[in-house]
T-cell receptor, first 114, second 116 residues
Framework: AQSVTQLDSQVPVFEEAPVELRCNYS??????LFWYVQYPNQGLQLLLK??????LVKGINGFEAEFNKSQTSFHLRKPSVHISDTAEYFC????????????FGQGTILTVHP | GAVVSQHPSRVICKSGTSVKIECRSL??????MFWYRQFPKQSLMLMAT?????????EQGVEKDKFLINHASLTLSTLTVTSAHPEDSSFYIC????????????FGPGTRLTVL
């Protein structure tokens, strides 16, 4: 079975500072990886996804993530955050025996302070 | 882009009543829709996978007789919480997968269910 671990439950950061949200996955087969953002009382919005090809994936709102197979990681980064980036971020995986199903990490609450 | 809507956005009901939540893909056809529930400060847990024209596939531990799912068309899936109890209070989120697009899921805005 697949699992996704987000190493930080909360990440506080000041505006315009860089940020990294960590995500590790476990799977013995090829996986697809995703990052979603959730604003309060809203559904999820896809930030970016890795299906194959280049290991550096660029998404919306200036976010990017790097797929690292040897470290089974898919960390999300942004070089300079804004107040509006304050939200909860979920890493998710699918593929292998979990065809079509997303397995979510526990979520990381990013709080950007002025 | 692909838009998924849910109705209602919020519902409050009395214990013992049934509540129906609709999930619609507005501008694309979705052969597969997924239903998740999210407890406060927790992640999303998949409840069931709904395929158009066939019975839903429920995850382990989810009562299929309590959470009735119907996927009658390529743009509509419904989740009915039957005989709701306070412990069913949660945030229910649906997602829809574009036909022919592997793992491209688009999420609805969610429905907040409160059972008194």
């Amino acid at each position: 079975a697949q699992s996704v671990t987000q190493l930080d439950s909360q990440v506080p950061v000041f505006e315009e500072a860089p940020v990294e949200l960590r995500c590790n996955y476990s799977s013995s087969v090829s996986v697809y990886l995703f990052w979603y953002v959730q604003y309060p009382n809203q559904g999820l919005q896809l930030l970016l996804k890795y299906l194959s090809g280049s290991t550096l994936v660029k998404g919306i709102n200036g976010f990017e993530a790097e797929f690292n197979k040897s470290q089974t990681s898919f960390h999300l980064r942004k070089p300079s955050v804004h107040i509006s980036d304050t939200a909860e971020y979920f890493c998710a995986s699918s593929g292998g025996t979990s065809y079509g199903k997303l397995t979510f990490g526990q979520g990381t609450i990013l709080t950007v302070h002025p | 882009g692909a838009v998924v809507s849910q109705h209602p956005s919020r519902v409050i009901c009395k214990s013992g009543t049934s509540v129906k939540i609709e999930c619609r893909s507005l501008d694309f056809q979705a052969t597969t829709m997924f239903w998740y529930r999210q407890f406060p400060k927790q992640s999303l847990m998949l409840m069931a996978t709904s395929n158009e024209g066939s019975k839903a596939t429920y995850e382990q531990g989810v009562e299929k007789d309590k959470f009735l799912i119907n996927h009658a068309s390529l743009t509509l899936s419904t989740l009915t919480v039957t005989s709701a109890h306070p412990e069913d209070s949660s945030f229910y989120i649906c997602s829809a997968e574009i036909a022919g697009s592997y793992n491209e899921q688009f999420f609805g805005p969610g429905t907040r269910l409160t059972v008194l």
